[in-house]
T-cell receptor, first 111, second 114 residues
């Protein structure tokens, strides 16, 4: 399948600090999606990136797709306790599409 | 618009038993994918169904099977349960085959095998 590596696996930050998770692929991706799963919840779609070098913002969240379309990042500015959860990236575009997710980055935010 | 519905939400089984989980996708969605989620392995793809046909299958033993009905509802079955099958089983529906579109997840069925 179309595999991606996601780092770090865990991140603990104090409220107000920034957070970044990275998603790396050995192959060129057509697009990439990001999902968030709150503790005890299910993954929820956040965003899809399609274009090389694309940057999208959602309030304090900034998503970036690399120029070579082999990597992506999610950056959260000034984390809040509501940001707690696991963030997954999911590659798309091949026959297998989005079926294989990254392992996720589990974010803990200390008040 | 109703979301993805999974039943049952929680269940407890013993080793050797079998279990059937159900998933009703969002109306109009023809693709249903199943995932197994465990703390150590993240989201592991099981299989995907589109128009009643299994289109893709992950790396799971034959004890894991599924099917999709004409109304797009899907079931997955696990036979001869093992302790390691304890997990959250998530179903996701999508408009497009191959899950190339946005995935809408259900709340999951949490299976405990004793």
């Amino acid at each position: 399948g179309q595999q991606v590596m996601q780092i770090p696996q865990y991140q603990h930050v104090q409220e107000g600090e920034d957070f970044t998770t990275y998603c790396n692929s050995s192959t060129t991706l057509s697009n990439i999606q990001w999902y968030k799963q709150r503790p005890g919840g299910h993954p929820v779609f956040l965003i899809q990136l399609v274009k090389s070098g694309e940057v999208k913002k959602q309030k304090r969240l900034t998503f970036q797709f690399g120029e070579a379309k082999k990597n992506s990042s999610l950056h959260i500015t000034a984390t809040q306790t509501t940001d707690v959860g696991t963030y997954f990236c999911a590659p798309g575009g091949s026959t297998l599409g989005r079926l294989y997710f990254g392992r996720g980055t589990q974010l803990t935010v200390w008040p | 618009k109703a979301g993805v519905t999974q039943t049952p939400r929680y269940l407890i089984k013993t080793r050797g038993q079998q279990v059937t989980l159900s998933c009703s996708p969002i109306s109009g969605h023809r693709s249903v994918s199943w995932y197994q989620q465990t703390p150590g392995q993240g989201l592991q793809f099981l299989f995907e169904y589109f128009s009643e046909t299994q289109r893709n299958k992950g790396n799971f033993p034959g004890r894991f099977s599924g099917r999709q009905f004409s109304n797009s509802r899907s079931e997955m079955n696990v036979s001869t349960l093992e302790l390691g099958d304890s997990a959250l089983y998530l179903c996701a529906s999508s408009l497009a085959q191959g899950a190339n579109g946005e995935l809408f997840f259900g709340e999951g069925s949490r299976l405990t095998v004793l």
